[in-house]
Nanobody, 120 residues
């Protein structure tokens, strides 16, 4: 299985950029789907971006054309590149990985989250 660990959060000004990383060592990394979620106070956790084992991607409408999700299976790490950040992008960003283990049982692993604050 895999255990995600996020890094790269911080404070950035509106219009700025930030890159988040998700390191998730484990034998099933290359076959798992990686999702990025964010949570802001008073709101439900929102799916922001997905990168599939195939490399295909999907984005929430609110971040499309501003965020880019990618993965490097050889390094067992994923990335979320965020550009043109706005105040509404503030939140805790979580990396989630879903897949199947060697016994075909589904796993669903979450990182601890990393805080992104967009503020002037």
């Amino acid at each position: 299985q895999v255990q995600p660990v996020e890094s790269g959060g911080g404070l950035v000004q509106p219009g700025g950029s930030l890159r988040l990383s998700c390191a998730a060592s484990g034998s099933r990394f290359s076959t798992a789907t990686m999702n990025w979620y964010r949570q802001t106070p008073g709101k439900e956790r929102e799916l922001v971006a997905t990168v599939y084992a195939s490399g295909g991607t999907n984005y929430a409408f609110s971040v499309k054309d501003r965020f880019t999700v990618s993965r490097d299976n050889t390094k067992e790490v994923g990335y979320l590149e965020m550009r043109s950040l706005t105040l509404e992008d503030t939140g805790v960003y979580f990396c989630n990985m879903r897949g199947f283990d060697e016994n075909a049982r589904m796993f669903d692993k979450w990182g601890q989250g990393t805080q992104v604050t967009v503020s002037s």
